[in-house]
């Protein structure tokens, strides 16, 4: 796991009020704007203790008493940012699933739209940083579907909850400290100073150590604004954080083994699936998350948005002994009786197997929620 850089998706939507300076724990009402309660700030103790703990470290750091006033002001413990924190163990998607959701119908042509409505900005990039604009385009619909899913969790609140948690306490409070100092140099507000449950913010998810050391301002506003509805400065940043770490200009991050693509290595992470063949700028790719599959995805969702078509070659049946196909008829089968599968994307998610088991009991066959071969004739 690298540290300058962690990956977390959150689609989430929250602000919470409530006093917990080091000093005055008070009964300040909540604000609420129709978050899940749990991702309100909360009055606790032991955060309360470890804070005013804390802030000599901060002192210490360099940031004033009147940035720590201000950033605690309406900051607190979350404890949402717990739960997800302990319960991250992600659904271990294969590359076909993996690749599939990250290049969804819905995410090709809003990254085709979004790509076309920002083109000045994209070319300017280019020849700025050298690096690909398509790849900044990708990254930015992996990190928060192209602005849509930047998060709205108060950063203080969520990285001082999990450097008070202890888990990777070390690890959080280096982000904290670095939160802190995005405030100390009025860089934002505390109000704007919002991300994923775990401190990753604005369009492309920079957490705040990466964005101490690789944001920049583009648009010359004077601030390095990667919260901005106008995504100018954090597709700049992701630039600017992938030249720094390494990329090289001209040189494609890889291809589909035997499609014409660069030399490189040749890697295939699923078993009996498609090989891909990959440069030194897919390893600059995984500095930003360190996964061949994330990778691969902002490869290919990188190819699919500048006009490039589905992948070549094919992947096994699953465990089940479905193929993609097999799960895409499935699905279309179930939604065209009117079940609700989510996105007919070929993945088998929740929505997907309360569908089949829905469908299964207006058949009076046994629930299993299973997306299995025997349904198949069923659902022509
Ligand atoms: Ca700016």
């Known amino acids: 796991m690298y540290l300058n850089r962690r990956h977390f998706i959150a689609a989430l939507t929250t602000f919470g009020v409530t006093a917990c300076s080091g000093t005055a724990p008070s009964s300040q009402p909540l604000v609420t704007r129709g978050l899940p309660p749990d991702l309100l700030p909360t009055e606790n103790a032991g955060f309360t203790s ?3 703990a804390f ?3 901060a002192r210490q750091a360099g940031i004033s008493a009147q940035t720590l006033d201000a950033a605690f002001a309406k900051a607190g413990y979350i404890p949402g940012v717990i739960t997800r924190d302990r319960t991250q163990i992600q659904t271990r998607r294969t590359l076909e699933e993996y690749l599939s959701i990250a290049t969804s119908d819905e995410r090709l042509a809003k990254g085709r739209a979004a ?3 920002h083109a000045t900005t994209f070319s300017a990039l280019q020849s700025r940083y050298g690096v690909d604009p398509l790849i900044i385009a990708a990254i930015w619909g992996m990190e928060s579907q192209f602005g849509e899913k930047r998060g709205q969790i108060p950063v203080i609140s969520a990285t001082a909850t999990l450097a008070y948690d202890g888990r990777r306490a070390a690890f959080y409070e280096s982000q904290l400290i670095a939160a802190l100092r995005i405030l100390e140099r009025q860089e ?11 401190g990753a913010m604005g369009h492309t998810q920079f957490i705040p150590t990466s964005y101490q050391a690789f944001a920049v301002d583009f648009d010359g506003d004077g601030r390095r604004d990667i919260w901005a509805d106008d995504p100018s400065d954090a597709l700049a940043s992701t630039a600017s954080y992938l030249a720094r770490n390494g990329w090289r200009s001209g040189l494609k991050w890889g291809a589909e083994t035997g499609t014409g693509g660069p030399d490189g290595r040749t890697i295939q992470p699923q078993r009996g699936g498609v090989r891909f063949t990959v440069t030194r700028n897919f390893n600059v790719l995984k ?7 994330y990778a691969l995805g902002v490869g290919h969702l990188a190819d699919r948005i500048g006009g490039g078509g589905p992948l ?3 992947f096994p049946p699953d465990a089940n002994g479905m193929t993609k196909s097999d799960r895409l008829a499935l699905q279309r089968g179930l939604a065209a009786r009117g079940y609700d599968v989510g996105t007919i994307d070929g993945v088998i998610g929740k929505l997907t197997e309360s569908a089949i ?4 009991q207006s058949q009076g066959l046994a629930l299993t929620g299973t997306a299995t071969p025997d349904l ?3 659902l022509r």
Do not use: E, I
């Open 287 to 293: 500095t930003y998350n360190n996964s061949d599959l």
């Open 55 to 57: 802030r000599p470290r």
């Open 50 to 52: 470890w804070l005013a």
């Open 188 to 198: 934002t507000t505390p109000q704007r100073l919002v991300g994923s449950w775990a």
């Open 357 to 360: 088991s829905a469908f299964q």
């Open 376 to 378: 198949l004739p069923l």
């Open 115 to 117: 790509y076309q409505r």
């Open 312 to 314: 070549q070659g094919s």
